[in-house]
């Protein structure tokens, strides 16, 4: 890549993204953007947008040389804009241009482990000190980066990115143009526990985990091997940091967790639902298409419509939680005296 | 290990089965078993298992070529059963017969980087990229898999598993048959900090952690060195991933915890004891043996009496659950406001 | 190092430890301490600690050779005590005489994997298999252990730590005498999505993360780097294991958070605050300097005011907690009829 590609370095004139993005221009093509900023904190030079109407009121003010914007919003920016029907969309396109892509070069690094039953394809590229076990496959276009460990019977599709230090344990089959994130572990035995005589016994995993095309899994993300079949994420999944995904868990396509959230064995979630950080999901339990979980909330049983769920209470200064949690303790006496009392009445 | 027992290809027939575990066969004992699957999904060549009475009507409708069942459920089927106390116990041990267990090669990879003062048995594996620190043992048939660390006076006890990248940081004893999965972090220093003139102060841990015999640790999952003495594990304690360890806990003998839970520094958990996932456990508290937490519950105070115990509020529909949660903050005033009426009337 | 010198074969006798550490020395300055336990638990030989005097009473039978106290505390003790103002920092310090501390010996281990155009300080450590790419810094004194990961653009300031596994992606500048324990991933790209036409697309994380001097980040932590600018910690931050937090968020001077907190994107934590285990922190948020939020909270709204915060009900018999969680469900109706009954008496 030659040095004046570098994203880094990149400058491109309003009229350029106005063409190359498909948006319409108002005002003066010529400026030129270098980078992009918070439309509050942006200067000269800065591409910055406008997804919420709620910060309006940024438009007066904001040093950017060109906002994104949407055609209602227009208006109130005296400055040059791109209109765009999704401004946030727009924008995390027209940003890719000025993030820094390490350089590709296909090959295997001379400190990587690779076993000589698996297949790596010439055109992907292995990093340093990375290992690769026996029948894994990895195709065209991967970039596998340092210290990650590919196990037995894995594969990693084509274009798939795994960042330093992934863990694929066995049987895990990802699609084509996933991102895994460091830390991450795919196809560790599952939770599977029976007791006999007063000790546990292993149930065995015999299972793998699939892995959709485009999806992304975050640091630390840890997906476990389904016990019989497998544990399924459909396609563009998205996952967040520290997640835990159960054995045999099935996500639908689209669906995307915030950080910390875990789903219990054998769970399935539907498509388009968006999990808050830190919630829960019971296992065995069905969560349909298009459903919405708050933060830190529990989901106890399975749930059959649309919509957004939420358990827990809200933040209160901790002397009145106390008050009010002592009294949480009573609340069937509580509303039993209460019916009593209105009987009586 | 010849090819025709690769557990993969395995075949057993029923007859076998029933003789090769005890059981009572009824049916056909010339039926072939080939994998293992849950009765909703088997066919031809599948064992599946009938463990709980709740699905019995999946017995009429089964393909699965043999089944293992309590006596009281056979009668629901007519194909070919082997008969056991506890069909899932049996079921886990037979399913064993059709797990790909990695070829165990004793010796040490030529990439591996062994302290000249640690002590290998030549009966032990050492994988590829393993790094083995200063006056550390490990034991005879140990499996160290790939890229994991094994820092200063560690010892992995005999026929002990470390799964890829497993971090032992330093005065982690590990008994026998113990099996650690990908990413767990073992011995880091404890959270223990002194405020001094504003700013904080470390306090030292110089303690270790001491995992019993048998036990499981979970892909992820952190158990931190104690600050003075040991964080301890008893033996057969089954932990799940991303489970969190503080500094001198210590955990009763065939307790099993669930995914995300977590245990402050100085907490003691009995024998027994069920830890539903992404509970919590505070600091310096006890808790008996046979003690159930459900699963995101928080331990604020010891429990003294087995028994199951669970914190939160129901999962419900967003629109009604903002209703309860404001009210939930004036519960007091309205408890009080109860009280009035009930000695006004 | 002479053998003699070994932490774990110090001794030293109380007279020279109240000169070195500036407290008063009540009894016989000739005892002998040779390491430390807790009061209940130390023998001859041994240091110990009171810090809380509802403790006081195990001054009589302690074992301890010697024991760090308050002035107001110390008559309840007959035999040699150390007179502190605050003796668990007191305690803290002198433990550190005890602590074995692993030998730095400055160079470049020979499996280390160093890019051509990195830095690295002849009077830094770099371990074993340790990857250090384009354009890294690695600061004087730093001691980076083995399987680390330091990616392009990252810098490792003078006196830090990265003990085994720690990996920074990119774009991550720590501070001097900053520690992070295994398994943390720092720099990894936050969680940033826009949907267009049924599909995420990827906003691109354009910026890094600052981690300020004397920070401590635990155990398989994860610190995303920012979207626009930088995920920010300022000095003497103290992160336990299992934390997570988002792109963008700052973190003030001097703020602890314990195991399994998480602070979501763009959030800004004050100074002084102390967030409880598995505690969690919605996006955007602010919370000001000096609050603590108990454990396993949640914070759903901007904190203007120091204090301590909670949410959740208070642990119960789970037959009980059935019934209360059942009323929650109808608390609004409850209220409801309560003020109706109100108005009509």
Redesign the interface.
């Known amino acids: 890549m030659a040095a004046d590609q570098d994203p880094q370095q990149a400058s491109h004139c309003a009229a350029d993204l106005a063409a190359q993005f498909g948006l319409e221009l108002r005002g003066d093509g010529t400026r030129v953007v270098r980078?992009?900023?918070?439309l509050s904190?942006a200067s000269e030079g800065d591409l910055a947008f406008l997804a919420n109407s709620k910060y309006t009121s940024q438009l007066a003010t904001t040093g950017a040389s060109v906002v994104v914007v949407r055609d209602s919003d227009a208006a109130a920016f005296n400055g040059t804009a791109l209109i765009a029907k999704?401004p946030?969309?727009a924008?995390?396109?027209i940003?890719?241009l000025?993030?820094?892509v390490?350089a590709f070069e296909a090959g295997i690094?001379p400190?990587a482990?690779i076993d000589a039953s698996a297949s790596v394809d010439p055109g992907a590229m292995i990093?340093?000190?990375v290992?690769v076990?026996?029948r894994a496959v990895v195709g065209v276009g991967a970039r596998i980066e340092?210290?990650c460990?590919i196990?037995?019977d894995c594969v990693v599709g084509a274009n798939s990115t795994l960042?330093?230090?992934v863990?694929l344990?066995?049987r895990v089959r990802i699609g084509e143009r996933v991102?895994i994130?460091?830390?991450a572990?795919l196809g560790?035995?599952g939770?599977?526990?029976?007791?006999?005589n007063?000790?546990?016994?292993?149930?065995?995993q015999?299972g793998g985990v699939v892995v959709g095309n485009?999806c992304?899994i975050?640091?630390?993300t840890?997906i476990?091997r389904g016990a019989?079949?497998d544990t399924v994420l459909g396609d563009?999944v998205?996952l967040?940091?520290?997640i835990?995904i159960?054995h045999n868990v099935r996500i639908g396509d689209?669906t995307?967790m915030?950080?910390?959230a875990?789903v219990?064995g054998s769970a399935t979630i539907g498509r388009y639902c968006l999990i808050g950080?830190?919630a829960?999901v019971?296992g065995h339990l069905s969560v349909c298409d298009k459903v919405?979980i708050?933060?830190?909330?529990?989901?106890?049983?399975s749930i059959r419509e649309p919509?957004?769920?939420?358990?827990?209470?809200?933040?209160?200064?901790?002397?009145?939680?106390?008050?009010?949690?002592?009294?949480?303790?009573?609340?069937?006496r509580?509303?039993r005296?209460?019916n009593r009392?209105?009987r009586?009445?």
Chains 1, 2, 3 share one sequence.
């Open positions: 980078g992009v900023a918070p904190s999704d946030y969309a924008f995390a396109k940003s890719a000025f993030e820094a390490p690094h400190t482990v990093g340093p000190l290992v076990g026996a340092a210290h460990f196990g037995e960042m330093p230090r863990t344990v066995t991102r994130h460091s830390g572990v560790a035995a939770f599977g526990l029976a007791m006999e007063g000790s546990w016994l292993n149930v065995p015999l485009d992304e975050g640091a630390n840890t476990d019989m079949g563009d998205r967040d940091n520290q835990q159960g689209h995307a915030a950080g910390c875990a219990a950080g830190g829960g019971l919405t708050t933060a830190m909330s529990l989901v106890t049983h919509g957004e769920y939420s358990s827990g209470t809200p933040l209160m200064d901790n002397g009145e939680w106390r008050k009010s949690a002592a009294r949480f303790k009573s609340l069937d509580i509303a005296q209460l009392i209105d009586d009445e």
